[in-house]
Nanobody
């Protein structure tokens, strides 16, 4: 079993900053990717940013230059620093832990944290 606990959401004005944190525990091992997804009302869940166990990162075009994803040395906590927030960043943000196998993967999700950006 894998558990993810998120924190750091909230309400902020446009141009402001927030930092999300997600700590993973349980049966964590091997090659994995941790990331943040978001889902706005009426829209599909989308990838915001991810960081793999080798440190490589990936960002959605809409957040490049504004958001930064990082992991701690133990690789059990992932952070999403969000700067210059815009109203369109408003969504529920979900932490994801993806364990990679040779031919498949397993996904685990956090409970979600609300980020609201007012104009």
């Amino acid at each position: 079993q894998v558990q993810l606990v998120e924190s750091g959401g909230g309400l902020v004005q446009a141009g402001g900053s927030l930092r999300l944190s997600c700590t993973v525990s349980g049966s964590i091992f091997g090659i994995n990717v941790m990331g943040w997804y978001r889902q706005a009302p009426g829209k599909q869940r989308e990838l915001v940013a991810s960081v793999s166990s080798d440190g490589s990162t990936n960002y959605a075009d809409s957040v490049k230059g504004r958001f930064t994803i990082s992991r701690d040395n133990a690789k059990t906590t992932v952070y999403l620093q969000m700067n210059n927030l815009k109203p369109e960043d408003t969504a529920v943000y979900y932490c994801n832990y993806r364990r990679l196998f040779a031919w498949s993967s397993s996904d685990y999700w956090g409970q979600g944290t609300q980020v609201t950006v007012s104009s």
